[in-house]
């Protein structure tokens, strides 16, 4: 009988790795999207720290994690043990290949195209937007305006502080105590 | 969601993390542990969706508040019809939303002196509905910009719309700016 999400929720990482490499093709469906689940947000951080596009973070979380399964069930990974290692060495991988692949493409476009397209994709979000929209209502006006430079307008931290006429460690304070009551409203009871 | 018991790695962090505001050397640290950490990965996982859920929300035009341009240059990338006005201290200007309108920007020019903060007072038939208090923008700004959910202007009635707006400094409050705009309620196309 195949195993629901609730009881691989509690199969830690490596076993989950093995079952994908040892299992049959096309009966480890619950193990990959399991893998997917667990690391797609960490992969996304990771992107969205170091491609600085949201777009490309959820797009490089979707193309460590196929070639990740890819791998697992070619065998190719060789201590599933440390598949969360496997999957940051993924990371840097391709992250660095999409930047050589943006500095080709803005020589390119330096060359044929006199203007810039912004290709970042809508994020899809699993948290109802009413009850965000709601609780950034709530945040105090220069809180509100810091998360919505930072988060929406993608703005980086110098300019923000260059906007509000502050100090980069101000907005850090700033961004810090947002984040949290941002964080406490919308997750409210569900935090434990 | 739940916040797990490994403290290693806080949300500050999280978010200095992803804004590229640790050092390199401790944001190596931080990226060996969270791919490794089973409790952290969940506090990663809550910090995602709600970074994610930002964009929707804003782009929903339900928020609104103090902005600057770079918010409104993405609404506009977004799709979500805005309807400016432009007001100089005194200026009493007609103004309606259409029903497919989403926002409306207030651009309330005034001299702010060197004040830091200022408040927005909206009056109707004599009430106050919203009042906000926030920091000006930039060294020596000129205006600032005050963004409305069309879906709340809407429901105004047909009536006279005081905005007054006040600078603090030095902790006095002084008025710098009265406008008006003649609401003539919602229009359909």
Not at chain 1, 91 to 111: C, F, K, N, W, Y
Not at chain 1, 124 to 143: M, N, P
Not at chain 2, 109 to 121: I, L
């Amino acid at each position: 009988m195949p195993e629901t999400n609730a009881t691989l929720d509690a199969v830690g990482d490596e076993v989950l790795a093995r079952r994908i490499a040892e299992g049959p093709p096309g009966t480890t469906d619950a193990e990959e999207a399991e893998l997917y689940r667990r690391f797609a947000p960490r992969v996304r951080l990771y992107g969205r720290r170091h491609l600085r596009d949201d777009g490309a973070a959820d797009d490089l979380a979707q193309e460590v994690l196929l070639r990740t399964i890819e791998r697992l069930r070619a065998r190719e990974v060789r201590r599933p043990e440390e598949i969360g290692s496997f999957i940051l060495g993924t990371s840097r991988m391709m992250v660095q290949g999409e930047r050589r692949i943006t500095r080709r493409r803005e020589a390119l476009a330096a060359r044929f195209i006199d203007t810039t397209v912004d290709t970042a994709p809508a994020s899809t979000a699993t948290l109802d937007a009413r009850l965000v929209a709601g609780c950034l209502r709530s945040l105090a006006e220069r809180d509100r305006l810091v998360v919505l430079l930072t988060y929406y307008a993608d703005r980086e931290a110098p300019r923000i502080a260059e906007d509000l006429g502050v100090s980069s460690g101000a907005v850090r304070v700033i961004r810090h105590r947002a984040m949290a009551r941002l964080r406490d409203c919308v997750l409210g009871g569900n935090r434990t | 969601m739940t916040t797990p018991g490994c403290g290693q790695v806080s949300l500050a962090t999280l978010t200095d993390y992803a804004t590229g505001e640790l050092p390199g050397t401790d944001a190596a640290a931080i990226e060996e542990h969270l791919f490794s950490c089973a409790d952290c990965a969940a506090r990663v996982a809550e910090f995602d969706g709600l970074v994610r859920a930002i964009p929707p929300a804003v782009g929903s035009a339900e928020v609104g508040g103090f902005v600057t341009d770079a918010v409104l240059n993405r609404l506009a990338r977004d799709g979500v019809r805005m309807r400016s006005f432009t007001l100089s201290p005194g200026a009493i200007v007609p103004c309606a939303v259409w029903d497919d309108d989403e926002l409306m920007a207030l651009r309330l020019r005034a001299d702010f002196g060197s004040a830091s903060e200022v408040t927005m007072r909206q009056r109707v038939e004599g009430s106050e509905v919203i009042r906000a208090t926030g920091h000006l923008a930039g060294a020596s700004p000129a205006e600032l910009i005050y963004a409305l959910p069309a879906a709340w202007v809407r429901q105004l009635p047909a009536a006279e719309v005081e905005v007054l707006l006040s600078a603090h400094n030095s902790g006095e409050e002084r008025p710098v700016g009265s406008y008006t705009l003649v609401h003539g309620g919602s229009l359909h196309r």
